[in-house]
């Protein structure tokens, strides 16, 4: 069976991580005159966590916001080499490498973030489950040995995919983290959430009054737009190029975070495999969503929701945002009537359709 990455490895590393998503800004130019005072537009941009990142600031000071943004690099660098499943001294390392046979003692921040990923476990009955890192092993998507696993070996990663067979215990001397025999963590679904969250707390410490966080369509955005009203972020069109978008939202003090199987996938035998995983199959999830894009204030439920809901699929996706509080999203649903695009209640008004070839549903909040 013949094996085709769809991408050049370069192109892939661009989407990659942007897998997700979505955004096209819409911004104005770099400066702009705010009453009095001329605001500057600084952005930094970088190769981290697989993707192309990008951080933009707005304010007075360009000096100041450039050792702002500095810090913000150095920040996300900080925490991949503590969440990275790929580099072999992080805390996620440690644990996988232990397979279980022993418990390991992690920072309290790995192991917090961990308890978190489990809760949304709980939360969406195992659709989300960072367990799921032998499945994701197995598959290698994204690298150059991606390839359909062996039956046998997927159906052992499958049996090793539990998040109930996760301790994190924070004791005196320390947090630790034991998993059952064999198990391997990825936080590849939830980790760049968190880290959005961890620059944005970084920004508003220094001083930062308006900024747009991007780490490969992971994207929070605070204080004022540098456009006169809302941010208004593009949302990626699922079936078309990169750039291409089928609506906008406009949003302030909000994180937007994308799942899709569009971006993150390659090719056997004319199938398409993508990186979302039905931890019930250990295949990738056969979702009737094409897109899911989850608006909240928090980044790291923002991530673990929209890879969960996509995993869900249309009807437990919705029931589960009915459960919810303060989170809105937008569903892009493959049905047979054709694709229709579900804006939850509370952002009807934030959301505007672009693509005439979809259909807006109705409101399901
Ligand atoms: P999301 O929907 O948010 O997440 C999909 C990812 O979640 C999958 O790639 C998998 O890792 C995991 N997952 C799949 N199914 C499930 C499930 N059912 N439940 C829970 N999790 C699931 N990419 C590289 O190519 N090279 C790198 O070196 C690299 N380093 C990274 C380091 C860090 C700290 C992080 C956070 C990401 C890194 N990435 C890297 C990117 C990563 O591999 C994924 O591409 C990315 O996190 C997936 O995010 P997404 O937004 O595309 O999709
Ligand atoms: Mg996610």
């Given amino acids: 069976?013949?094996?085709?990455?769809?991408?050049?490895?370069?192109?892939?590393?661009?989407?990659?991580?942007?897998?997700?998503?979505?955004?096209?800004?819409?911004?104005?130019?770099?400066?702009?005159?705010?009453?009095?005072?001329?605001?500057?537009?600084?952005?930094?941009?970088?190769?981290?966590?697989?993707?192309?990142?990008?951080?933009?600031?707005?304010?007075?000071?360009?000096?100041?916001?450039?050792?702002?943004?500095?810090?913000?690099?150095?920040?996300?660098?900080?925490?991949?080499?503590?969440?990275?499943?790929?580099?072999?001294?992080?805390?996620?390392?440690l644990v996988n490498r232990a397979s279980g046979e022993y418990p390991v003692k992690v920072s309290e921040e790995a192991g917090s973030l961990l308890e978190r990923a489990i809760e949304w476990s709980e939360r969406t009955g195992g659709a989300f489950d960072p367990t799921v890192g032998k499945i994701v092993k197995l598959w290698g998507i994204g690298t150059e040995s991606a390839a359909v696993p062996?039956?046998?070996?997927?159906?052992?990663?499958?049996?090793?995919?539990?998040?109930?067979?996760?301790?994190?215990?924070?004791?005196?001397?320390g947090t630790f983290v034991q998993t059952a025999k064999g198990q391997r963590i990825d936080l590849g679904g939830i980790a760049k959430g968190y880290i959005t969250?961890?620059?944005?707390?970084?920004?508003?410490?220094?001083?930062?009054?308006?900024?747009?966080?991007?780490?490969?369509?992971?994207?929070?955005?605070?204080?004022?737009?540098?456009?006169?009203?809302?941010?208004?972020?593009?949302?990626?069109?699922?079936?078309?190029?990169?750039?291409?978008?089928?609506?906008?939202?406009?949003?302030?003090?909000?994180?937007?975070?994308?799942?899709g199987a569009y971006e993150r996938y390659f090719e056997s035998g004319g199938i398409r495999y993508h990186h979302i995983f039905d931890t019930a199959t250990g295949y990738p999830a056969l979702s009737d969503l094409a897109s899911v894009t989850i608006i909240s204030e928090d980044s790291t439920d923002a991530d673990a929701l929209s890879t969960a809901l996509f995993v869900m699929g249309f009807e437990r996706g919705i029931s589960l945002?009915?459960?919810?509080?303060?989170?809105?999203a937008v569903l892009v649903a493959k049905k047979t009537e054709g694709t229709i695009v579900y804006v939850t209640k509370g952002l009807s008004k934030g959301f505007l359709l672009k693509d005439p070839a979809m259909k807006k549903a109705p409101e399901v909040q």
């Fill in 1 to 93: 069976m013949s094996i085709k990455i769809h991408l050049p490895r370069s192109i892939i590393y661009l989407g990659t991580a942007a897998v997700t998503l979505i955004l096209i800004i819409f911004l104005y130019s770099a400066n702009r005159d705010n009453g009095s005072r001329s605001l500057q537009k600084m952005q930094r941009e970088s190769y981290l966590l697989g993707t192309i990142i990008r951080i933009t600031l707005y304010g007075e000071d360009s000096k100041k916001l450039n050792n702002v943004l500095d810090l913000s690099m150095k920040e996300i660098e900080r925490l991949e080499n503590l969440l990275s499943v790929n580099i072999p001294s992080s805390d996620v390392s």
């Fill in 150 to 173: 062996d039956p046998e070996q997927l159906k052992e990663a499958v049996d090793m995919t539990d998040f109930r067979k996760v301790s994190v215990l924070h004791e005196v001397n």
């Fill in 321 to 328: 945002l009915r459960e919810l509080k303060n989170v809105e």
């Fill in 197 to 259: 969250e961890k620059v944005k707390a970084l920004l508003i410490n220094e001083g930062v009054s308006s900024a747009l966080i991007d780490l490969g369509g992971n994207i929070a955005v605070f204080g004022s737009s540098p456009k006169p009203g809302k941010w208004k972020l593009g949302l990626q069109h699922p079936f078309m190029p990169r750039g291409e978008y089928f609506g906008i939202a406009e949003v302030s003090d909000v994180s937007v975070v994308t799942s």
